[in-house]
């Protein structure tokens, strides 16, 4: 330990990346000239050299093991000369100037568990949370409810039903959003529908007061004195469960078996391709948790993409399929009810009123 | 003896197509009591439908304010192997390119240190070694860093950069994504390590519009690549897509938002309007052996994204429409700016406000005055529409 410490190195940053790329990338770097979606799964990347860099995508649960990540190194090396990646989407995606190594890479990838899929058109690996694995603020678990939605829509990760457009779904156990899931074309998103239970006996010893009041967005925290003690108060009917004073204090917990669950939102995207970035919006504003396969969660999304492939034209994403056709089609081909619940009411809430006569009349018939 | 526990909810999990998570905890299972007490009390959260960790406390390594953050179990009787069960977040290779041994370095370590779980990665990119103790946190540093590698960012500081892969493997970088973003990276050092602002900081690297790792959306600094001069055009190409059946009316013209191009059906020629292109990259996308973004690239800068909490969701707007970025000089006036901006952020913003919510709350005018930078149209999607103007009164004509 004491020699650890007198070398102790800080503030290093990580190992600069090019000592990782594969010796092709080196090559070509910048000089990609076009890509290709060879087979489900797989493209090539052709450069102005000539030279060709076939990449296997593969599904991960993100969540890993060394004992895998060592498989990963060792396919690696037999392979792709010792070189892969990870994608923003937490794909693995193992890259080879060899064709011939493509087959089998495929081959050994799925021997321990990993099929390759999720290029082009096609569902890919869900962004997500950490859940019941290691959060204390989730209102739902994210690796469980993520297989379970995956496994549901397989057939679109491999390649074996085609899709209009890109189709990225995401996931986060509560309203913080590590998974940053608001411009998802599915968003899953954990919700507590209950107040918080205030600890007053502890709470004025692990928190700051003037702290917990400001992190209301509605300003529905107060100081009050409680039993004696220094405490704060919340006005129920301006709650709308948040977690964010959970987040600042402790003492303000709101998980509850029952009253936490997910909800759905759809049509958000963050690419520009066609129309510009847009925000997710409600779709289904409660399921209750219902593990460990969360049925009702997987239907309502098959259903989405169902109705969205069905529906929609080439390139179309869910969010322009939803701006060509309108909501009230989206409603009524998905058969999810509108409630009060769809109606913003937060700050602008009026810009997101019908604010115009164009409206379909549904159900159209000839 | 490890405690054995009965899983039939998570056994589940271990069925159909998709690579199961309870998998992995039971492969590290094997080798650690740790993840052995996970697997029992994630039985528990599924039967009980609630988790079981606490509040974060503060632990991190010496020197650092941030990249660890500390976890609890709420039984700690019951499953005393994850008592303490830490996150530590890890900078990942910019781009998450890595070498196979480079991976086995970051297993031996974690193998020696912690419960051997990782996440491949988090949301804002850094590996995460998911679960150790207090005591491990220093050796485990001493000897990632020994290893070449750091601690990612975590609170109110600046949070580990990430970027696309950029020019390495895609033919749309329109500019040099994983040197900026490890540029950024090793500039931001102190800042990453040490929170010392109203709260995160976010810088995201997107090669060109498509915006694969989401910038717009979730950095306060959203860095997207960018062209200004013509789409090339190899009209032999677009020719083969139509004779290979592609129909570039419906499909391309059609979806253009900016109706800037026109096909010819005769000659199968296609048109484009380069003065009225948007760069929204959908006629790039759709004929990638066709089209390609111009030779005068560089990047759009916006600012202010972040996702709902506290104020609400919102999406990075305008700063600069046009920098080249790998450029030393106009990078160097790039980071003068950033300073300028966390300046005033750091002056006026209050605690746990993003600087998209701090511009929302004093107004883009007055924050692009703060920071000298001149409203441009640029910026707006449209100009005001109500009335309600501040007109600012010349104290000096008054007098």
Redesign the interface.
């Known amino acids: 330990m004491a020699d650890a410490m007198q070398e102790r190195l800080t503030d290093i940053g990580p190992p600069n990346y090019e000592q990782f790329l594969h010796p092709v990338i080196k090559k070509n770097y910048g000089q990609w000239k076009y890509h290709e979606i060879v087979e489900p799964g797989v493209m090539v990347h052709v450069a102005e050299s000539g030279d060709e860099l076939y990449t296997v995508r593969v599904a991960s649960p993100r969540l890993m093991s060394t004992t895998k990540i060592r498989q990963f190194a060792d396919i690696a090396e037999k392979y792709c000369d010792g070189h892969m990646r990870f994608t923003s989407r937490h794909n693995a995606e193992f890259m080879t100037p060899n064709k011939g190594n493509v087959a089998k890479l495929k081959e050994e990838l799925l021997a321990i568990g990993h099929p390759a899929g999720g290029i082009g058109p096609a569902i890919t690996s869900i962004v997500h949370t950490q859940g019941w694995v290691h959060c204390h603020s989730a209102a739902t678990d994210a690796s469980g409810v993520v297989k379970c939605v995956m496994d549901d829509l397989f057939e679109y990760f491999n390649g074996e039903k085609k899709l209009p457009g890109k189709c990225r779904i995401a996931l986060a156990c509560c309203l913080n959003m590590c998974g940053a899931v608001h411009c998802s074309d599915i968003a899953i998103l954990g919700v507590h529908t209950k107040p918080p239970r205030i600890d007053h006996a502890n709470l004025n010893k692990i928190c700051e007061i003037p702290n917990l009041s400001a992190s209301c967005p509605t300003a529905a925290i107060r100081p009050a004195t409680v039993n004696g003690v220094p405490s704060v108060e919340v006005i129920q009917e301006n709650c709308m469960f948040c977690a964010n004073c959970y987040t600042v204090c402790p003492a303000m917990p709101l998980n509850d078996p029952d009253s936490d669950g997910i909800s759905i939102w759809v049509g958000g995207k963050v690419s520009n391709a066609r129309s510009e970035p847009k925000f997710s919006k409600l779709a289904i504003p409660f399921i209750p948790n219902n593990p460990p396969r969360w049925p009702e969660v997987t239907e309502a999304i098959r259903t989405i993409v169902e109705v969205w492939a069905d529906n929609a034209r080439p390139y179309e994403r869910i969010g322009e399929w939803i701006d060509r056709v309108g909501w009230p089609r989206f409603f009524r081909l998905t058969g999810f009810e509108f409630k009060k619940e769809h109606v913003d009411d937060f700050k602008h809430a009026g810009l997101s009123f019908k604010r115009s006569a164009h409206i379909t009349h549904e159900p159209w018939e000839e | 003896m490890p405690k054995e526990y009965k899983t039939p909810?998570?056994d589940?999990?271990e069925?159909?197509?998709?690579?199961?998570?309870?998998?992995?905890?039971k492969?590290?299972a094997?080798?650690k009591e740790m993840c052995n007490d996970?697997l029992g009390v994630?039985e528990r959260?599924?039967n009980?439908?609630?988790?079981?960790?606490?509040?974060?406390g503060i632990v991190g390594v010496?020197?650092?304010g941030g990249g660890v953050i500390g976890?609890y179990i709420d039984v700690p009787e019951e499953f005393p192997n994850i008592s303490h069960?830490h996150?530590i977040r890890v900078?990942?290779?910019?781009?998450?390119?890595?070498?196979?041994?480079?991976?086995?370095t970051?297993?031996d370590i974690?193998?020696r240190h912690g419960s051997?779980?990782?996440?491949?990665?988090?949301?804002?990119?850094d590996i995460i070694f998911?679960?150790t103790t207090t005591d491990e946190l220093e050796?485990t540093f001493?000897e990632l860093?020994?290893a070449?590698?750091?601690l990612g960012g975590s609170g109110s500081d600046v949070r580990t950069p990430?970027a696309?892969?950029g020019?390495?493997?895609?033919?749309w970088?329109c500019y040099?994504t994983?040197k900026a973003c490890?540029d950024v990276?090793?500039k931001y050092?102190?800042e990453l390590?040490r929170p010392a602002f109203p709260y995160k900081w976010k810088f995201k690297f997107s090669g060109c519009?498509?915006?694969?790792?989401?910038?717009?959306?979730?950095a306060d600094i959203s860095v997207?690549g960018t062209w200004r001069d013509a789409i090339k055009v190899d009209a032999a190409e677009v020719k083969n897509y139509a004779d290979a059946g592609m129909?570039i009316f419906?499909?391309v013209v059609l979806?253009?938002?900016a109706k800037c191009m026109k096909f010819d059906h005769e000659s199968k020629t296609l048109e484009i309007d380069n003065a009225d292109c948007?760069?929204?990259?959908?006629c790039i996308?759709?004929m990638?052996?066709a089209l390609?973004p111009g030779d005068d690239k560089g990047a759009t800068i916006l600012i202010g994204a972040k996702?709902?909490?506290?104020?609400?969701?919102l999406?990075s707007s305008v700063l600069i429409p046009f920098l080249n970025i790998d450029d030393e000089e106009e990078r160097e006036d790039w980071f003068d700016l950033i300073e300028e901006m966390q300046d005033v952020w750091c002056e006026e913003g209050?605690?746990?406000e993003r600087v998209g919510e701090f511009i929302q709350r004093v107004g883009m005018g007055n924050f692009l005055e703060a920071v000298g930078v001149e409203p441009i149209p640029e910026m707006v999607a449209y100009p005001r529409d109500n009335p309600y103007i501040f007109f600012e009164t010349d104290e000096e004509e008054e007098e």
């Not at chain 2, 009980?48 to 974060?56: D, F, T, V």
């Not at chain 2, 020019?167 to 033919?171: K, N, V």
């Not at chain 2, 948007?278 to 959908?282: I, L, P, S, Y």
């Not at chain 2, 996702?307 to 969701?313: N, R």
């Open positions: 909810k998570l589940e999990l069925k159909g197509p998709w690579p199961s998570f309870v998998t992995e905890i492969l590290a094997k080798e996970l994630l959260s599924y009980e439908r609630i988790g079981h960790w606490k509040h974060g010496m020197g650092y976890r069960f996150t900078n990942m290779p910019t781009g998450w390119f890595y070498t196979s041994e480079a991976l086995r970051l297993c974690w193998d051997g779980l990782t996440n491949m990665h988090g949301s804002t990119g998911l679960g050796p001493s860093t020994q070449g590698f750091d990430s696309c892969c020019p390495a493997r895609c033919e970088a040099d994983l490890y990276t090793m050092q102190d390590h519009p498509n915006d694969c790792v989401a910038a717009i959306a979730r997207i129909d419906n499909d979806n253009c938002p948007r760069r929204c990259m959908h996308n759709a990638p052996k390609r996702a709902p909490i506290v104020e609400g969701a999406l209050k605690n746990r």
